[in-house]
């Protein structure tokens, strides 16, 4: 971009923020673009299944894509800022330049340049009868600027996580101001407001030697005539064109796959209020722990959200479990099943779409040898999938997979919680036992919360055969694992080896865990950690 | 769209203009800017719509999650009682607080987010919210005692497997049942 002042010429004599104004706007630039890529996330998840045939690691950044967004929206702001602010000092110096109407003040004689054909001006402030507030609404960069930088606060504003954790829908709605954001981005520099002096006339006035001498220009004998400039073409288009096309394309593939049918074939009721709901659609292909969008017209026509798939590819069918906890589950569990006990008509059943499957980290969990699956709570659904599969894949198909050792933990405050997953371990420890690869899976269930009551039960029945609670031969262990001991124990069963870890749960226990990994992994063992959160 | 309490995105909007207001105003003083008699007044009212936001209320439905250091705010803007407890004299506030910042170009950012966040509260009002002070929780957790740290890493002691007798048939009566008389 080379020197201002060389360039713009005698503009810095009235500008004198200008580099402080372009600098952020170049930076807004480049962000404003890279802003809308992270959020294509079938572009993502297309990238993603490309780059994994080559490198894992590769593929494992895209996952951290909502991260960046956030990274990228903070710079915007910052630079939004300093925009700001600059071209606050700016309009006030053209200001000035217009009211101190005084011939031997060179901004003043800067300013009267262009008076008479209203083209070749430097100051865009014409005349002395205004203030900056009254040019800024009445030009086109003032008013795109309030309307786009309005729209960015609310923006802001609404994705607190505060706001965003506790009303999504607020957070979403708002979040659409961004097609506002980027209309008035793109025509923000179309009024060409900022001016520097052409090239031609660099030639006959050189700003060096002739900005001294400013009362004779145009004169005889000066060498120097007077300035012409000129506003310089928008740049922002070039730049936010490409990511708005790829962004719009994107918003199609949503569109486009949010309309193929997607039957449900069976509606299932768990305790602990699960909802359970298999689906079936032309064409779909899932791979182990991803994720699908769910919109149910009948609800809701604008609200998208996502769950985790709990059948295994090997399934004829898809699955979700949905926790029934807000307005949108609850309508949806009245619209599939309501108070009815009898079976359905499978036309009375909602239509449905989605949108997905979107990969995430589970999806590498094959390509370990040695993997370990830690779910808390509800996060324990994308394993769901991944023990199915190892299901099907070992068990049935008796194909050879890489993984060989399996080492599972779930932690759940709830014993009702259990039910469902519950009998999925049940059916797996059965078929295990049946085929005598009982040293595959090892799987511990941690119960973190209790009752009095319930304890006094567990007491009693400690010495049955079965667990008292899940019906499994694995009893169930009560409090919060010694991840220490755990970590340590599985670096001395298997050296040398590459260990995968996975988590679905809380940021604290993401931390700990991977503080865990670090200080477990030595020469010969490596853990890796994976985590996966909505 | 759900329950949404407007009031919690209200705060934040106001929150985050009174810091825009405070900034302009700052700029406008600084840069001694033609009229910045309203930037110096701007500075004043950015300040005080800072304190007046920055202690959350405390949410009709589910947890609520206090700023940093709020508690000393949240004594200062419980005192001034409904004033400060009612959304509708909030937004009727915040509305005239924006007013002047409209007449310096520095402080008109301020002055229109400002007045969105004027008017997501007389929503929030028309709702029927107030602002409820978040009070520290008064039953304090009883400490566990010092020597309790780990786990017990052994199992109780229990007697040899002949005299602890499984009664399978029983569970229930078995529990009831002690090898080893208990002595005093």
Redesign the interface.
Known sequence: MGNFAANEGLSIFVIHALSWARAPAACLNFNCMLILLPVCRNLLSFLRGTVQCCSRTAARQLDRNITFHKLVAYMIAFHT?VH??AH??N??YF?DAQLQRNSSHLPFVLSEIGSGDNASFLNPIRTNET???IV?FTTVAGLTG?AI??AL??I???S?E??RR??F??FW?THHLFVVFFVGLVFHGFGRIVRGQTAGSLETNRPEACAEHFEDWGGPGSGCAVPAFAGNPPMTWKWVVGPMILYVCERLVRFYRAHQKVVITKVVMHPSKTLELQMKRKGFHMEVGQYVFIQCPSVSRLEWHPFTLTSAPEEDYFSAHIRIV???TEALYEACVGDKTQPQEAWKLPKLAIDGPFGTASEDVFRYEVVMLVGAGIGVTPFASILKSVWYKRIQQNQEVFTKKIYFYWLCPETEAFEWFADLLQSLEGQMTEKGVTDFLSYNIYLTRWKETEAAHF???H??ENDPITGLKQKTLY?KP?WDHEFSSIATAHPGTKVGVFLCGPPQLGKSLEKQCLSHSEADVKFIFNKENF | MGKIEWAMWANEQALASGLILLTGGIVGVAGQFRGWQFAAYAIAAGVFVCLLEYPRSKRAKGTSVERTGQYCFTVCVKSFGPLTRNYYVRAFLHAAICVPGGFMLATVLGCVCLGIASIIYLAAAIRGEHWEPIVPRKDTVRPPPADIKNPPQNPPPRPPPETRRKRVEDLEGAAYDNPIPVKD
């Open positions: 800022a700001i602010v606050l000092f309009f006030e200001m203030n900056p507030t800024m309030v930088t309005l606060i609310l802001i504003t609404s607190m505060v706001i506790s009303y829908e607020v709605y807000g307005d949108w007491r009693v029945h010495e049955a409090g010694n």
